[in-house]
């Protein structure tokens, strides 16, 4: 992971933290969000038995991907807040 350098010449410390937290907050909304999507296989069989675990794979495919942008964000997150301290 290629992170950020606070110095003198670059984005202060407390904008590079803000924008990062704004982010992570946002992704927790997303998160929640992404839970309480009514997903269901009673709304895929009517395109035949192979959309449901079509469905079911393309939908842990994004989970991951969310899951990995999480981790990607609180990486530079502990990275900004070890160094300002």
Known sequence: MTLPTIHSNGT???DLIAGYDAIDD???ELME???KVEFNARDYYVKGPQEWPQAVDERQQQSGNIRSLCD???GIRKHLYDHTR
Do not use: V
Request: no cysteine; hydrophobic share 50%; charged share 10%.
């Open 26 to 28: 946002a992704l927790h």
């Open 33 to 35: 969000a992404w839970g």
């Open 72 to 74: 990607y964000i609180q």
């Open 12 to 14: 202060s410390a407390k």
